[in-house]
Nanobody
Framework: QVQLVESGGGLVQAGGSLRLSCAAS????????MGWFRQAPGKEREFVAA????????YYADSVKGRFTISRDNAKNTVALQMNSLKPEDTAVYYC?????????????????????WGQGTQITVSS
């Protein structure tokens, strides 16, 4: 069992930056693919970014590519999402998620149904 706890949400003006952190419990953190998803009111949960368990391969949704950076620290059981040049359309609840699958060292999934564990979510609001 893995527990995920996000922190770092809040209100920011357009063009600003925020850094989300996700702390994970459990000894198998380094073997999980970690992802960030978001869900805006009235919309489906969507993929934001993921990082593979081994080589740290990183993947991003087109909407955040070049603005967001995902990273992980396996020694500290944490994953972070640095968000720069924030836009009002980035407003959503952001979720950290862990995927136990490890088909390859570069495996990841952009489908929320692939992830086994979820944090409680943290609200990001970007004002225009």
């Amino acid at each position: 069992q893995v527990q995920l706890v996000e922190s770092g949400g809040g209100l920011v003006q357009a063009g600003g930056s925020l850094r989300l952190s996700c702390a994970a419990s459990g000894r198998s953190f380094s073997s999980y693919v970690m992802g960030w998803f978001r869900q805006a009111p009235g919309k489906e949960r969507e993929f934001v970014a993921a990082i593979s368990w081994s080589r740290g391969s990183r993947y991003y949704a087109d909407s955040v590519k070049g603005r967001f950076t995902i990273s992980r620290d396996n020694a500290k059981n944490t994953v972070a999402l640095q968000m720069n040049s924030l836009k009002p359309e980035d407003t959503a609840v952001y979720y950290c998620a862990a995927d136990r699958a490890s088909y390859s060292s570069t495996y990841y999934s952009s489908s929320w149904t692939s992830y086994d564990y979820w944090g409680q979510g943290t609200q990001i609001t970007v004002s225009s």
